[in-house]
């Protein structure tokens, strides 16, 4: 849960300011950008390298709790569906699988 948690607030926060910048690019229709490094390199001068992270405290607040319930849900279905493959082939739940290969034999 915490690490689904970590993971999701690293990733809002290095793919934030990409995300400010479509907004604001899309929401300007008299832009004057011609991109992204043209609006970053106006929104830098014009409001600071804080102006790349307005609103990242309420993004997350709202990512922290949802990926890490999606990251401990999916982990958790993951093992219950190996768990039941296992019993259902006939071995047992703390049998190991054989590895993956590419081919069927």
Same mark, same amino acid.
């Given at each position: 849960?915490?690490? /689904?948690?970590? #993971? +999701?607030?690293?990733? &809002?926060? $290095?793919?934030?300011?990409?995300?400010?910048?479509?907004?604001?690019? @899309?929401?300007?229709?008299?832009?004057?950008?011609?991109?992204?490094?043209?609006?970053?390199?106006?929104?830098?001068?014009?409001?600071?390298?804080? /102006?790349?992270? #307005? +609103?990242?405290?309420? &993004?997350? $607040?709202?990512?922290?709790?949802?990926?890490?319930?999606?990251?401990? @849900?999916?982990?958790?279905?993951?093992?219950?569906?190996?768990?039941?493959?296992?019993?259902?082939?006939?071995?047992?739940?703390?049998?190991?699988?054989?590895?993956?290969? +590419?081919?069927?034999?």
């Amino acid at each position: 849960l915490v690490a /689904g948690s970590a #993971a +999701g607030a690293t990733a &809002t926060f $290095l793919t934030y300011p990409l995300d400010v910048m479509r907004a604001r690019l @899309a929401a300007d229709s008299r832009s004057h950008h011609h991109g992204y490094m043209s609006g970053v390199r106006h929104l830098w001068r014009s409001e600071g390298p804080r /102006g790349l992270y #307005a +609103g990242l405290r309420p &993004t997350i $607040l709202g990512i922290v709790p949802y990926s890490g319930l999606s990251f401990s @849900a999916f982990e958790t279905l993951k093992a219950h569906l190996r768990d039941s493959s296992r019993t259902r082939a006939g071995g047992t739940a703390d049998d190991p699988l054989p590895p993956l290969t +590419g081919t069927q034999r």
